[in-house]
């Protein structure tokens, strides 16, 4: 099964943009669906955006529908997801997650990378 490692996080001034990135191992990636989640502090990690295997659905939670995309490139095993006008409630940490079926809720995926952090400043 792949195996996933997140990247791009950091601290950024509301209204700003990060672009997060998942890099896959493992010679399947293709055949995963891939979603984001993310969860802040004494909060239940929730649902952000999630795209099918090819990269023709996809789908975004409400408060992420047009601020963040997510995008995949097969040949180079990796999701991404561009957020924009980013906001202090954004803060949290940001899950990339594997499975091999469309879903959004976090206790149907069965593969998960360790989660980079995001903090938006007021």
């Known amino acids: 099964q792949v195996q996933l490692v997140e990247s791009g996080g950091g601290l950024v001034q509301a209204g700003g943009s990060l672009r997060l990135s998942c890099a896959a191992s493992?010679?399947?990636?293709?055949?995963?669906?891939m979603a984001w989640f993310r969860q802040a502090p004494g909060k239940e990690r929730e649902f952000v955006a999630v795209?099918?295997?090819?990269?023709?659905?996809?789908y975004y939670a409400d408060f992420a529908e047009g601020r963040f995309a997510i995008s995949r490139g097969n040949a180079k095993n990796t999701v991404t997801l561009q957020m924009n006008n980013l906001k202090p409630e954004d803060t949290a940490v940001y899950y990339c997650?594997?499975?091999?079926?469309?879903?959004?809720?976090?206790?149907?995926?069965?593969?998960w990378g360790q989660g980079t952090q995001v903090t938006v400043s007021s």
């Open positions: 795209i099918g295997d090819r990269g023709g659905y996809k």
């Open positions: 493992g010679p399947t990636f293709e055949n995963y669906v």
């Open positions: 997650a594997a499975d091999r079926y469309i879903n959004y809720v976090a206790s149907r995926f069965k593969i």
